[in-house]
């Protein structure tokens, strides 16, 4: 933990970015978002109950036969407020930052994200709600919209000096510092985007599962930024979203009171990825999102071994909480022990993005 040391002996006040005016205008927003999500939580949820926009759940999975008719697109719940408070607040912000006249243009990027996200996510969420009673978008649908949109996002980070202050195409390799991938930055950065989209998408499937992972990541990438001191403004939205997930998690821990949904997983998952694009560490995405990572590989593997055997499975069920749920392990359990791994996985991601 001696990186730990250091970075805090570096942090003496009138020293470091994160200290003073910095710190107090990341934390502001963040209980601005915890405190509005957290009142606007349960009028939200009688809303959806009235309107009877409720989950429903997978036949094969009928150890969650009591979800069915939960309020779902809880994703509003966390990424309105994001959205608000980083356009009254973040957007316009505070002179005195590395790039005063540019900086604050970065985060029309993540912002749009989770607009475009949350959109394409309520679309497929209210498709396949217990009143409509549908099957969602399409798959390939739903991922073709995802590729143009991660596409998008790609081209505006390479606009010249407006985004990030590094390099187009370098990515950050811990212990041996920025590195330039050429043009296989393109097809590795969408893939990042398209591919936590669908692994944030795929872990919402236990109570406070998603959530609660995706608090801990953002909270790592949050620190990141205000530590590294030239990605405040993005440090401050990543801490502002932590803060509307802490609250989310109030309705959305066992036993949940309402669903995130694709409305918020889309969201959820690729802004992930952009902030990480954002501050360089493409690498560090993949330790920090951990537990996303091995959700997603659970459901590639099981797909692929079907296939490849006529019918065989690894898994008795993918994704992986899915399969230690039916090895007997009671939902909490399996939520709590990702969590452990999750705030592990932060940690170390810290650890490599300072090495």
């Not at 990341?26 to 109950?49: C, D, E, K, N, R």
């Not at 099957?135 to 649908?141: K, T």
């Not at 079907?306 to 065989?312: D, L, P, Q, S, Y």
């Amino acid at each position: 933990m001696s990186w730990l040391l250091l970075a805090a002996r570096s942090t003496a006040p009138g020293t470091h970015p994160f200290i003073g005016n910095t710190l107090l205008q990341a934390v502001v927003p963040a209980v601005a978002a915890f405190t509005i999500t957290l009142f606007a939580g349960p009028y939200f949820i009688s809303l959806m109950q009235r309107l009877k926009l409720g989950k429903q759940v997978r036949e094969e999975l009928p150890q969650h036969s009591g979800k069915v008719g939960t309020p779902s697109m809880g994703g509003f719940l966390f990424t309105v407020p994001v959205v608000l408070l980083t356009i009254a607040y973040n957007l316009f912000g505070t002179p005195g930052s590395e790039n005063p006249n540019k900086t604050h243009l970065s985060l029309l990027l993540p912002l749009t994200v989770v607009v475009l996200c949350s959109t394409l996510g309520w679309v497929d969420d209210l498709m396949t709600t217990v009143r409509i009673g549908g099957e969602g978008l399409r798959a390939r649908f739903k991922f073709a919209w995802l590729v143009v949109i991660a596409i998008a996002i790609v081209a505006i980070l390479h606009l010249p000096k407006l985004i990030s202050p590094h390099d187009q195409n370098q990515v950050y390799i811990p212990t041996i510092g920025d590195t330039n991938f050429g043009i296989a930055y393109w097809p590795l950065a969408v893939l990042a985007i398209v591919g936590f989209a669908n692994a944030v998408n795929l872990t919402d499937g236990l109570d406070g599962l998603a959530a609660g992972s995706g608090a801990f990541a953002m909270a790592a990438f949050a620190i990141i930024a205000l530590l590294g001191g030239k990605f405040v403004f993005v440090g401050i939205f990543s801490i502002t979203l932590f803060g509307a997930l802490l609250a989310f998690l109030w309705f959305n821990a066992f036993p949940a009171r309402i669903i995130m949904g694709d409305t918020g997983s889309l969201a959820l998952g690729a802004v992930m990825a952009t902030v990480a694009l954002m501050l360089n560490q493409m690498l560090v995405l993949l330790v920090i999102g951990f537990i996303y990572v091995i959700e997603a590989l659970s459901v590639m593997l099981q797909v692929g071994y079907f296939k490849a055997t006529h019918g065989k499975r690894i898994f008795r069920s993918s994704p992986l909480h899915n399969h230690l749920e039916l090895m007997g392990w009671h939902e909490n359990e399996v939520t709590q022990r990702f969590w452990i791994v999750g705030m592990l996985a932060g940690v170390a991601g810290l650890a490599l993005a300072f090495s």
